[in-house]
């Protein structure tokens, strides 16, 4: 099993929509929660750090589940600069490093 | 405010051939990473450095060597290329592990293996 495991996509909706990605993650002692951005051959960019209480920034909400070891990132809204691939990472409890998702691509359309 | 640099940002090698891709981040960072992006596979961690002159492997190690001589600076280096190795490599830094603080990315080397 993966440590970190998202749907690869992708996701094509259209400009308006509500789309909601999920990942989930292998240790329960995992510690902190991002959702990185990644644009075609560019770097990943952080987008959102996610609290256990969840939180929101503007058009997104990201939402952690620690009994289920999921988290979530809702996007409200969709514009289509939000056409990126979007990366789960989780800072697990050991070895000092962060552990990737292998995205989610999502596309926006007119 | 230059962040975190990577060196070169394209290169194109034989099989055999040997070659050192620099990092360099100016942010005082403690910690420093070098992964690898393939298509469908996200990123994957090669070595990690947790201080200078600290070296770490990572979940892909094999084929690649590294070093933290400096704090500022992390290469990783390729002895011998394969083809395996053509790839997107990526360079990241962080002040700290333990906290919410995002990693900081450099913008890339596109390396490939003929």
């Known amino acids: 099993r993966k440590e970190v495991e998202q749907d690869p996509g992708p996701f094509n909706v259209p400009e308006g929509a509500t789309v909601a990605f999920n990942c989930t993650y292998s240790?329960?002692?995992?510690?902190?929660f991002f959702w990185y951005r990644q644009d075609c051959r560019k770097e990943p960019k952080l987008l959102m750090s996610v609290y256990s209480s969840g939180n929101e920034d503007g058009r997104f909400t990201a939402q952690l589940n620690r009994a289920s070891q999921y988290i979530s990132l809702l996007i409200r809204d969709s514009k289509l600069s939000d056409s990126a691939t979007y990366l789960c990472?989780?800072?697990?409890?050991?070895?000092?490093?962060?552990?990737f998702g292998a995205g989610t691509i999502l596309r926006v359309k007119s | 405010n230059a962040g975190v640099t990577q060196t070169p940002k394209f290169r194109v090698l034989k099989t055999g051939q040997s070659m050192t891709l620099l990092c360099a981040q100016d942010?005082?960072?403690?910690?420093m990473y070098w992964y690898r992006q393939d298509p469908g596979m996200g990123l994957r961690l090669i070595h990690y450095s947790v201080g200078e002159g600290t070296t770490a492997k990572g979940e892909v190690p094999d084929g690649y060597n590294v070093s933290r001589l400096k704090k500022q600076n992390f290469l990783l280096g390729l002895e011998s290329a394969a083809p395996s190795q053509t790839s997107v490599y990526f360079c990241a830094s962080i002040g700290s592990a333990y906290s919410n603080q995002p990693q900081h990315f450099g913008d890339g080397t596109r390396l490939s293996i003929l």
């Open positions: 942010m005082n960072h403690e910690y």
């Open positions: 240790n329960s002692a995992s510690q902190s």
């Open positions: 990472v989780v800072n697990m409890e050991y070895g000092n490093k962060l552990v």
